[in-house]
C-alpha cells in the first residue's frame, strides 16, 4: 500500500505499507518512531498519521506536515515524522496514495511552505 513519510526536516519519501491492518500499524509506529500512533484526518480521501503523544515527549515541529495539514484546512500543527495514507471514500478505511496524491501532497507542502505565493 503506498504512503509518503513526511520527516522532520522536510525529507518525503514514498514508503509501502502492508495491506494487514495490524502489520501495516506496526510498521507506520516504526516509520514515525512512535509507541502508538494517531491517525488525523486531511480530507475525505487521505489521513496522516502521527505519534499520538508527539507533544508529551517533545517532538519537533514537522513544518511540513504542518503546511500540509493547513492546505487541507485545518489549523493544527503537527510534530515529528508523518505518515500519509489514503482513505477509501465509503468508509474512510485506509487505501493506498494515488500517484495523483503524491503530486498532490508534494505540490501542497511546497505551497504551504511558500506562503501559496
Same mark, same amino acid.
Given at each position: ?6 520527516? @522532520?526536516?522536510?525529507? *518525503? +519519501? ?10 501495516? #500499524?506496526? =510498521?507506520? !509506529? ?7 500512533? @494517531?491517525?488525523?484526518? *486531511? +480530507? ?10 508527539? #507533544?508529551? =515527549?517533545? !517532538? ?58
Amino acid at each position: 500500500m503506498k504512503a509518503l513519510r513526511i520527516g @522532520e526536516h522536510g525529507d *518525503l +519519501t514514498e514508503v509501502d505499507l502492508p495491506d494487514e491492518s495490524a502489520a501495516r #500499524i506496526a =510498521v507506520t !509506529r516504526k516509520l514515525v518512531a512512535a509507541e502508538s500512533v @494517531e491517525a488525523l484526518t *486531511l +480530507t475525505s480521501r487521505g489521513s496522516a498519521w502521527l505519534d499520538e503523544n508527539g #507533544i508529551i =515527549v517533545g !517532538r519537533p515541529v514537522n513544518q511540513h506536515a504542518t503546511a500540509l495539514a493547513r492546505c487541507c484546512g485545518l489549523g493544527v500543527t503537527l510534530r515529528g515524522p508523518v505518515v500519509v495514507t489514503g482513505a477509501g471514500p465509503e468508509d474512510g478505511t485506509t487505501a493506498p496514495l494515488t500517484a495523483e496524491q503524491v503530486t498532490a501532497i508534494r505540490n501542497k507542502v511546497t505551497i504551504g511552505l511558500d506562503g501559496g505565493s
